[in-house]
């Protein structure tokens, strides 16, 4: 197997051509990095998937589903928004306090204001959502 080949079996795909440094780097072609299922050459009739996370293939079996994601790499993506989602929702939760007569208040002057908070409010209550499933996805990954 040469250096710019796509490591899925028997794709003759030159990495080179594609002139995306990424792909060369991680040794797989457009095709198979976004494919289900995938033959990895040299590894006989077991099945990968390139899990974006990781940035490499890894065998079927670590994918939930039709996820793109290893649980493995959960743990981390999960601490690094839990890290980040309190401070950030606290701030938001408490700003409609401020509308109330505050001088010199961006949500009270400033109507504009007043929508992006209510945008960013519910763009935190998706978020927070996505966290929980990431948690629940962990949860079910533990008992495996
Ligand atoms: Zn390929
Ligand atoms: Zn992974």
Same mark, same amino acid.
């Given at each position: 197997?040469?250096?710019?080949?796509?490591?899925?079996?028997?794709?003759?795909?030159?990495?080179?051509?594609?002139?995306?440094?990424?792909?060369?780097?991680?040794?797989?072609?457009?095709?198979?990095?976004?494919?289900?299922?995938?033959?990895?050459?040299?590894?006989?009739?077991?099945?990968?998937?390139?899990?974006?996370?990781?940035?490499?293939?890894?065998?079927?079996?670590?994918?939930?589903?039709?996820?793109?994601?290893?649980?493995?790499?959960?743990?981390?993506?999960?601490?690094?928004?839990?890290?980040?989602?309190?401070? #950030?929702?606290?701030?938001?939760?408490?700003?409609?306090?401020? #509308?109330?007569? #505050?001088?010199?208040?961006?949500?009270?002057?400033?109507?504009?204001?007043?929508?992006?908070?209510?945008?960013?409010?519910?763009?935190?209550?998706?978020?927070?959502?996505?966290?929980?499933?990431?948690?629940?996805?962990?949860?079910?990954?533990?008992?495996?």
């Amino acid at each position: 197997m040469s250096a710019r080949c796509c490591q899925a079996e028997g794709c003759t795909e030159d990495l080179v051509a594609l002139g995306k440094p990424y792909f060369l780097k991680k040794k797989i072609c457009d095709q198979h990095m976004r494919a289900e299922e995938v033959h990895k050459a040299g590894c006989g009739d077991s099945l990968w998937r390139f899990c974006q996370q990781c940035g490499r293939l890894e065998p079927l079996s670590n994918f939930d589903g039709t996820k793109r994601n290893c649980p493995a790499a959960l743990p981390a993506a999960a601490a690094a928004a839990a890290a980040v989602l309190p401070a #950030t929702v606290t701030y938001a939760m408490g700003q409609p306090r401020l #509308t109330s007569n #505050t001088p010199g208040c961006a949500s009270a002057c400033n109507p504009a204001a007043a929508d992006r908070l209510q945008a960013l409010t519910s763009q935190m209550a998706q978020m927070q959502a996505m966290l929980l499933q990431m948690q629940q996805s962990l949860e079910i990954a533990r008992r495996l």
